[in-house]
């Protein structure tokens, strides 16, 4: 991220509610972060900030606005369907198998959630905390930080108005 950019984000974070006041110390902690973003991204992301956060979102909300618009990993919920429609559908041996029809995270979550078998022999709140936890372990994991510095092409919508918010918010 360059500069100019930079200097976009902290006038718009700057800006925002927040209960810690935004001085030169909270900017060099956004910077040493999120130093080597793509600024296509960050102007993306700034732009849903200006749209829908009411106040100042940290490193990690931002980080995670932006694994929403350009990471393609599906929601938790969707993750928690498509457990739920595996342990239905197919039998306690298949279902790895049949994990395969959804995103690969499927099968990644459910295995650091204990495996299809432990999944499929708990209560259904068992197994919805024990999937949230550990889409919550995938999702902080740095695996699915490089759409922050090598953006999707197929985003390219994004990408451009991201490109124009950057240029609206420092001009």
């Known amino acids: 991220m360059d500069k100019t950019t930079f200097a976009g984000v902290c ?71 498509a457990v739920s429609t595996t342990c239905i559908m197919a039998p306690a041996n298949k279902r790895i198998d049949y994990g395969t029809r959804w995103h690969p995270c499927v099968n990644e979550i459910v295995a650091k959630a204990g495996g299809w078998t432990r999944i499929g022999n708990i209560s259904s709140e068992d197994s919805k905390a024990a999937i949230t936890e550990a889409y919550a372990n995938y999702i902080i994991s740095d695996t699915n930080d490089h759409f922050l510095t090598s953006p999707p092409v197929e985003k390219k919508s994004e990408l451009e108005s991201g490109e124009a918010t950057v240029k609206a918010i420092t001009e």
């Not at 209960?19 to 793509?38: E, F, H, P, S, T």
């Open 11 to 81: 006038s718009v974070l700057a800006t925002l509610p927040s209960n810690v006041k935004w001085d030169d110390g909270i900017a060099q902690i956004y910077l040493a972060i999120m130093r080597g973003w793509d600024d296509r991204v960050v102007g993306a992301i700034m732009r849903t900030v200006l749209l829908k956060c009411e106040f100042r979102p940290t490193v990690a909300e931002l980080r995670n606005i932006g694994l929403r618009m350009f990471g393609d990993v599906p929601s938790v919920q969707q993750v928690l369907d």
